[in-house]
């Protein structure tokens, strides 16, 4: 918000939560963040804000199209140095504590660029009845930009990982959104055979630039594939532990769901929930626009990406008669492992009036998109159902 509004804020810790400062309220364009473009704000404190469903239509997913996901306060831009930026990497299981500046990274780490996959645990909140806590993301919460840094295991290889290592915890430079330093705003990670994958990397630019602020400038985790939660942004410190992480946000309901299905509005105990891993197959319609005007006797072109966690899609259907039938669209292999998959389709119509174009992906392991809202859990997550657009043929 200090970013938005071009000063810090002294008082923002009395702002009452959702409020538009007058400042933009005022101004004639709406309500924007810094270096983003047309991004839907859900909430301001803290900011997250997600990508219409159409501007997702890049293959390599550009900075100003990159949704924001915030647990609590980035830290003010203007007082990021990289130049003196560290990063620890310690732990118990650590063999040794050692701190790295970013030019340390570049120069001890052979540097790699890999386009990664990167969605929100809850992306899809919105649809869950009933309502499920938390931001009510639609479809736009995921992007896949190009990341480039050095390799986790690469790093933590070279601190030493002792033979108890069984997962590893992240520690970033955001602030709790209650002012309270002395707590955590989010700390979470992944276990070690994430950790140590080709993939999993220490990033410092996105698109062959600076990370953008939001996004975590200058340093952030990315491990594909997983809930972007697990991919921690201003990264300060790596902690290799001997057991399953617990740093916030790690228990109870947030970013777990649970175990067995239950009943939509249930209570679930903490100890039938399991923390979320590999994100379930999907897709996205990203042309045309929701909503569009066609006419009758011309072929439609429609495209958009597909993706399934750790695992690879294998086949994209399309349907214009609500799923009662499905024709086969094409479909590329990603530009890497843990990069979303591009795929493409022409549609006919056989009358005029609406009619909804519905996505469905389908995973390496023959797992299908729901047509319906999966699984009802307490936060909303992991709502993988079929991804619908409205056209109207005249």
């Known amino acids: 918000m200090s970013a938005a509004v071009g000063a810090t804020i002294p008082f923002a810790h009395l702002m009452p939560g959702g409020l538009i400062p007058a400042a933009l309220a005022q101004a004639t364009a709406p309500f924007a963040l810094p270096g983003k473009e047309d991004l839907i704000v859900l909430n301001d404190r803290p900011v997250n804000a997600e ?104 790093v933590l290889e070279h601190v030493g990982i002792r033979d108890d290592a069984v997962y590893i915890g992240y520690y970033g430079a955001d602030t709790h959104a209650s002012g309270d330093t002395s707590k955590a705003t989010i700390s979470r990670g992944v276990p070690m055979s994430k950790a140590l994958e080709n993939e999993s990397l220490i990033a410092w630019a996105m698109n062959g630039e600076d990370i953008p602020h939001m996004n975590g400038h200058p340093l952030r985790l990315v491990c594909g594939g997983w809930p972007a939660s697990v991919s921690g942004k201003w990264l300060k410190q790596i902690v290799v532990r001997n057991q399953v992480h617990d740093g916030e946000k790690m228990g109870g309901a ?72 499905w024709q086969k ?36 392991r023959g797992h299908a998109q729901p047509m319906v809202v999966p699984g009802w859990n307490p936060r909303g997550y992991l709502n993988n159902a079929c991804h619908r657009i409205a056209v109207q043929v005249a």
């Open 51 to 154: 990508t219409p469903a159409h501007l997702l239509d890049d293959r390599i997913t550009p900075a100003k199209y990159l949704f924001v996901r915030n647990n609590g306060v980035p830290p003010f831009a203007a007082n990021i140095d990289p130049a003196t930026w560290t990063l620890e990497v310690s732990g118990e299981s650590a063999a040794r504590t050692m701190s790295f500046t970013i030019a340390d990274l570049k120069r001890l780490f052979r540097h790699y660029t890999y386009q990664l996959q990167i969605e929100c645990g809850g992306n899809g909140r919105g649809e869950f009845v009933p309502p499920a806590s938390g931001n009510q993301w639609a479809v736009g919460a995921v992007g896949c930009p190009e990341w480039t840094g050095v390799r986790l295991k690469d």
């Open 329 to 364: 669209a094409r479909l590329e292999k990603p530009a890497n492992r843990l990069a979303w998959q591009h795929w493409n389709a022409e549609l006919d119509f056989p009358e005029a009036g609406y009619y909804e174009i519905w996505a469905r992906a389908t995973d390496s």
């Open 254 to 325: 947030s970013y777990r769901v649970p175990c067995k299905p239950v009943a939509p509005g249930s209570e679930v105990p903490d100890e039938d929930m399991c923390i979320i891993e590999s994100m379930p197959v999907k897709s996205v319609i990203t042309y045309p626009k929701s909503g569009i005007e066609h006419a009758l006797g011309g072929r439609l072109g429609v495209r958009g990406h597909a993706w399934a966690g750790d695992l690879s899609v294998k086949a994209v259907h399309v349907s214009t008669d609500f799923g009662a039938t």
